[in-house]
């Protein structure tokens, strides 16, 4: 399911960043938690029955473990969806919210919103972090993740003396990897598990974007692979369009 109709047509007033503790979000989030808690399950019988010797039961659990993982992995992205819309709906053109996103959900889509905003000429982005209340132990785990994630790009950044829980992106001048335009979010994920040390060494300039009709940024795909991709996509677009008719 998309919320971008739903979600994108409402834009309030009055911001509102909280939408991490929607019932939705929290209900999504919590179906994913234990769909992986099943597939632990599943996974453990599963290498039981294998040193049993009951390779066919090994075999059977050990698919159904993996449908466990596509089933946790879609209710996150559906999660991850619904609050990164229902907190950029009222977001400025040179803002982006990344509360109730994970780590690496984060950094992901803050890659490809700094690949627009290089393309499109911003000079800058403020980016919406948070200050930690609602992480574990009061942690904060979202600042920390994009300042290190700036700092592998060269990318200037500082901390709103006015609002902690925002960094400010300097992007005069920005030299971006290309990878950060042009990685899925499967492949993303799957690459942090071997995360260089250095970023990659080929960047691209400021160049015009190319933006689609509206309509088009409607369609949802519901491939689990690219349906971030997609939606995020469709958001970004619009903002950067906010952008491209302001100048």
Same mark, same amino acid.
């Given at each position: 399911?998309?919320?971008?109709?739903?979600?994108?047509?409402?834009?309030?007033?009055?911001?509102?960043?909280?939408?991490?503790?929607?019932?939705?979000?929290?209900?999504?989030?919590?179906?994913?938690?234990?769909?992986?808690?099943?597939?632990?399950?599943?996974?453990?019988?599963?290498?039981?029955?294998?040193?049993?010797?009951?390779?066919?039961?090994?075999?059977?659990?050990?698919?159904?473990?993996?449908?466990?993982?596509?089933e946790a992995?879609?209710?996150n992205l559906?999660?991850?969806?619904?609050?990164?819309?229902?907190?950029?709906?009222?977001?400025?053109?040179?803002?982006?919210?990344?509360?109730?996103?994970?780590?690496?959900?984060?950094?992901?889509?803050?890659?490809?919103?700094?690949?627009?905003?290089?393309?499109?000429?911003?000079?800058?982005?403020?980016?919406?972090?948070?200050?930690?209340?609602?992480?574990?132990?009061?942690?904060?785990?979202?600042?920390?993740?994009? =300042?290190?994630?700036?700092?592998?790009?060269?990318?200037?950044?500082?901390?709103?003396?006015?609002?902690?829980?925002?960094?400010?992106?300097?992007?005069?001048?920005?030299?971006?990897?290309?990878?950060?335009?042009?990685?899925?979010?499967?492949?993303?994920?799957?690459?942090?598990?071997?995360?260089?040390?250095?970023?990659?060494?080929?960047?691209?300039?400021?160049?015009?974007?190319?933006? =689609?009709?509206?309509?088009q940024q409607?369609?949802?795909?519901?491939?689990?692979?690219?349906?971030?991709?997609?939606?995020?996509?469709?958001?970004?677009?619009?903002?950067?369009?906010?952008?491209?008719?302001?100048?």
């Amino acid at each position: 399911m998309s919320y971008v109709a739903e979600r994108g047509a409402l834009l309030s007033t009055e911001k509102d960043y909280n939408h991490a503790t929607d019932k939705e979000y929290q209900r999504l989030r919590g179906l994913a938690d234990q769909a992986y808690k099943e597939r632990q399950k599943l996974s453990q019988q599963s290498q039981s029955s294998f040193k049993t010797g009951d390779k066919s039961k090994a075999h059977e659990l050990s698919e159904a473990a993996k449908k466990k993982l596509k089933e946790a992995e879609d209710y996150n992205l559906q999660a991850a969806e619904y609050v990164f819309v229902a907190n950029n709906a009222d977001s400025s053109s040179n803002e982006i919210d990344l509360h109730g996103l994970y780590v690496k959900e984060a950094k992901w889509i803050l890659q490809r919103r700094v690949a627009a905003a290089v393309k499109n000429g911003e000079s800058e982005l403020q980016v919406i972090v948070g200050k930690g209340l609602h992480s574990s132990n009061g942690v904060a785990k979202l600042k920390p993740a994009i =300042q290190e994630l700036c700092d592998e790009a060269n990318l200037n950044d500082h901390v709103d003396s006015k609002n902690t829980g925002v960094v400010i992106i300097d992007l005069t001048g920005a030299r971006i990897p290309v990878s950060w335009d042009t990685t899925d979010f499967s492949t993303y994920s799957q690459s942090q598990a071997n995360k260089p040390s250095k970023p990659q060494q080929a960047y691209q300039g400021q160049q015009q974007p190319q933006y =689609q009709p509206y309509a088009q940024q409607q369609q949802h795909q519901q491939q689990q692979s690219s349906g971030s991709s997609s939606l995020v996509d469709q958001l970004l677009r619009m903002l950067c369009q906010c952008v491209k008719n302001n100048m």
